[in-house]
């Protein structure tokens, strides 16, 4: 037994070495992380390659979700000339290593034992036939609220635990003239909140809705309610939210101007480029009702099928460095996101990093960790997009009430499979 592992181990070195031999090439990387947060964290990456004389080319796509991005990456690879590395999602990753587009990075996370380190739940989306095809980078989760602290102490200083408390607090900070709710009205963006509301109903509900995408949940009587409680919520933005990018309304919430932001943890990355520090600034709490659940996406870089030795050693050594478990600490506390690995401390965390950290960890022992709908991580594009449009049309109030949504929501989930 000791002998056949040693045996593979030298076998998978010696292959790494015979491709790391060629010189590495620059990389060209495709992503979507253009605001200041991110592009903080981004430099914790390009800072990393150069060290080990990676050079990088840089192709930023804009729009979180990264749905500009992955148009962008069909109209490179329809023109047969693919980027070398690209940030992706969950269900994306699976539908390009479908298409045999990506390399094989099974080389290097055999020697450098990525199995035994990296969470399952993530697994499912680095693999495919039992090949890695990407390396994780992190790990989001979408059920957040981000708070102005004063904001908050001048309406009860109380963080909401349930739907109600929440609501209470969103109408004390309308009360106080503020705006209760940053929002940027792009559909990502409402889909995003919509994963903690639709959460906020049970993890039953999520699960029988957006993985297992059952119908009769989907049109059903609970989907109802999860909309009349996003209508309500958009009656708490502000006139402008149309269009606004994510990362202005986290902007609004650290200067004052609205109390709180419903978003992924990427916000909080906008939160400490600006100085800001938890508990002091601001509050990180999870979406009232979804305590101890959490819905989940993780950025992976893909690696797309090149010809030259030189391309592939620096995919490899790339996709090593991203893994190393240094740097994604490093990158990560400015991300907003935990580490993609279970082998990392927290010490070099703040506490909501500290926080997103152990409840990964609970949402993942207790059956209580799910792929967010919003972010590409519970079902593929097609889907994810039909329910953006719906989700959508019920913020901006295209429906009578919830119900006529939900109708509308299993109708188009139906259409898009
Ligand atoms: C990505 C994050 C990114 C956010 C906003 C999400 O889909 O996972 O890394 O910060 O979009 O751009």
Redesign the pocket.
Known sequence: MRGFFGLKLTVAAALLASTTMAVAEDVEVLH????G??AA?LNVLKEDLATKSIGWVDMPV?????EAAMTALRARVTAGNPPTAV?M?GFDILDWAAEDALGDLTTVAAAEGWDAVVPAALQGFSKHDGKWIAAPV?V?STNWVWMNKAALDAAGGKAPETWEELVAVLDAMKANGITPLAHGGQA?QDATVFDGVVLGLGNDFYKAAFIDLDPAVLGGDQMAEAFNRLIKLSTYVDANFSGRD??LASAMVINGEAGMQMM?D?AK?EFVKAGKVPGTDFVCIRFPGTQGSVTF???QFAMFGVESDGAKAAQGAMASAIMNPTFQSAFNVV???APARTDVPNDAFDDCGKKAMADLATANDSNSLFGSM???HAAPASVKNAVYDVVTAAFNGSYVDGAAAAAALATAVAAAQ
């Open positions: 979507w992380w253009t605001s947060g991110e964290a804009a729009g979180g979700g990264g940030q999602l992190n989001h990502w994510w990362n992924g990427w990355g996406n993780s950025d991300k907003g996101s919003a972010h590409g």
